[in-house]
């Protein structure tokens, strides 16, 4: 019987007193209803930073039905997912699909999710220095959805910690700010070493997704993926990329959806990646 998993922030684990507690309605209504745990049940507790507690859940009489409380047994360091550190720039298109995108570029490993506007994205945002965007009420509780559905997709498939969420960018500042060659971000940090930036660019005469990877004699330290949205990217879009050294590749002789592209890219990014690990294994 697999051991259910649960992110709980860091500061509601004691490591000293090896208890874990918080109040958090949603979380004990699906241990004690939905997969009807009892006290003692084993469970394992994540912080987010990639550290998991084996742990006993504690049901006391008289507890408040919002009190999540567990008993540390031991805990250990998972290991990272892969040595290379990918970054989805995923379009805003219609929230349903987005959602679902959302959910599976987490399960296939997306180190970085950032949502992108484009010219051609149904979903529009204001310009960076509009101070409206981050304050929007709807904005918010539209990014606090995104987080929830990340942090249930990475307990389903036991990722060791989830994707980190960065709020929307319009595609010219996730250029600007991830991708400068003067840019100091701590996401740019791979940026004077082994980087890969790919931009999906359909109806090009592009080489495809595979073949650019599977050349690569060193697997990338980091491998950002530039997807577009219905209709793809523009062609002005397409130049921009370039200019900040991303690669056009194909994903293929068929049109996809954005968020069928999403899964497709990084299930043959990941495939990929194991396979010249494995080669540079053999020699």
């Known amino acids: 019987m697999n051991i259910p998993r649960f992110f709980i922030e860091a500061k509601y684990i004691n490591k000293q007193q090896k208890t874990v507690f918080c109040q958090d309605a949603k979380l004990t209504k699906q241990i004690r209803k939905v997969l009807r745990l009892g006290n003692g049940s084993k469970i394992d507790v994540l912080d987010g930073n990639g550290n998991i507690y084996h742990c006993l859940l504690q049901i006391i009489p ?141 109806r090009q005469n592009a080489e495809t997704l595979e073949t650019v990877l599977y050349n690569q004699k060193i697997p990338p330290n980091a491998c950002a993926i530039a997807l577009g949205a219905e209709g793809g990217f523009i062609e002005e879009e397409i130049k921009l990329a370039l200019s900040y050294e991303f690669i056009p590749v194909s994903l293929g002789p068929l049109i996809l959806r954005s968020e069928t592209a999403a899964v497709y890219t990084l299930a043959v990014i990941n495939a990929v990646l194991r396979l010249n690990k494995r080669d540079i294994t053999l020699q």
Not at 62 to 86: M, R, V, W, Y
Not at 92 to 114: C, Q, S, Y
Not at 177 to 194: P, R
Request: proline share 9%; charged share 25%.
């Open 62 to 202: 008289g507890q408040s039905p919002e009190d999540f409380q567990a008993q540390i047994d031991s805990h250990e360091k998972l290991p990272s997912l892969s040595n290379t550190s990918i970054t989805v720039g995923l379009p805003l298109i219609k929230p349903n699909r987005f959602d679902w995108a959302l959910e599976k570029v987490t399960e296939l490993g997306a180190d970085t999710i950032i949502p992108i506007a484009l010219h051609r994205s149904i979903i529009k945002i204001s310009p960076q220095n509009n101070s409206n965007r981050d304050s929007d009420p709807e904005n918010k509780s539209k990014f606090i959805r995104w987080q929830k559905i990340i942090q249930e997709a990475s307990e389903q498939c036991e990722r060791p910690m989830p994707p980190r969420l960065v709020p929307p960018l319009t595609f010219q500042e996730w250029l600007e700010k991830y991708f400068a060659k003067d840019t100091k971000h701590e996401d740019n940090k791979h940026s004077v070493t082994n980087n890969l930036r790919l931009i999906c660019a359909e």
